[in-house]
Nanobody, 125 residues
Framework: QVQLVESGGGLVQAGGSLRLSCAASGRTISAYAMGWFRQAPGNEREFVAA????????DYADSVKGRFTISRDNAENTIYLLMNALKPGDTAVYYCAARRAPYTYTVRMSDYDYWGQGTQVTVSS
């Protein structure tokens, strides 16, 4: 079992940047495809980005493509989400998630086995 802890959220003005981190413990994250999801008040949790176990393949929601970058450092047991050109619509709690091998990442929440507790991102206009 792996435990995930997100950090790096906060309050930022529109157009600004934040980098979220998701630190894993208990197991090495090289065994997991990883994803970021977010949930705004009153909305369902939605897919943001995902990365394969090696880091060689990524996927993004259309709403963040070109602005967000997901990456992973398996040696540090951490994944990252660099968010640029933030918009008020990006305001949400951001969650990282892990999916056990041999499966790769997907955009479906139900495919992921482990979740962090979330970190709040607030973008002011």
């Amino acid at each position: 079992q792996v435990q995930l802890v997100e950090s790096g959220g906060g309050l930022v003005q529109a157009g600004g940047s934040l980098r979220l981190s998701c630190a894993a413990s208990g197991r090495t994250i090289s065994a997991y495809a990883m994803g970021w999801f977010r949930q705004a008040p009153g909305n369902e949790r939605e897919f943001v980005a995902a990365v394969s176990r090696s880091g060689g393949n990524t996927d993004y929601a259309d709403s963040v493509k070109g602005r967000f970058t997901i990456s992973r450092d398996n040696a540090e047991n951490t994944i990252y989400l660099l968010m640029n050109a933030l918009k008020p619509g990006d305001t949400a709690v951001y969650y990282c998630a892990a999916r056990r091998a041999p499966y790769t990442y997907t955009v479906r929440m139900s495919d992921y086995d482990y979740w962090g507790q979330g970190t709040q991102v607030t973008v002011s206009s």
